[in-house]
């Protein structure tokens, strides 16, 4: 299996809803901002295929970090088990959605600026501590450096 560098930052309301508004989402990665707008409505579809994603202006410098965000739905697993098999069923949890920007490579640190109706809502400034991941087990290749955060947007 392959798999890649990155860092994931997840961004989400205390209660797991989005409140409505329009939102700007700025995120700074290597000296290059990231500016991404999105409105959420009075009612987000229930199916997340529907929602779709920030409109994002990304540098096109092919040394910036490549970028992307993404409105996504809080889920619901269930895993089973049986003696020689293991599965796992997914559903998603209603009204409860979180911005995810995925950042490809190993960034040292990110800074964040939100906004909804051109209020600020939090500016934030992460650094990024990375773990070995092992997609194949720790005897076979690839190594991929992996990275994750949560910030919490205030009500």
């Not at 991404?36 to 092919?62: E, H, M, R, W, Y």
């Not at 293991?86 to 190993?106: E, R």
């Not at 500016?123 to 919490?152: K, W």
């Amino acid at each position: 299996m392959a798999c890649s560098d990155g860092a994931v930052l997840t961004l989400r309301r205390p209660d797991g809803t989005l409140a409505t508004g329009a939102y700007t989402l700025r995120f700074t990665v290597a000296g290059q901002v990231h500016a991404c707008d999105f409105t959420v409505p009075d009612d987000l579809p229930t199916n997340p295929g529907q929602v779709g994603n920030p409109a994002c202006d990304t540098p096109s410098i092919p040394a910036v970090t490549p970028f992307s965000l993404s409105v996504l739905p809080e889920m619901a697993c269930t895993e089973t088990r049986t003696q020689d098999a293991i599965s796992q069923s997914c559903t998603p949890v209603p009204d409860h959605w979180y911005f995810s920007a995925v950042l490809q490579g190993t960034p040292s640190d990110v800074s964040v600026v939100v906004e909804r109706d051109g209020v600020e809502l939090m500016t934030d400034q992460h650094t990024f501590a990375y773990r070995n991941d092992y997609p194949n087990g720790p005897e076979c290749g690839p190594v991929c450096r992996r990275s994750g955060a949560e910030l919490i947007l205030p009500d």
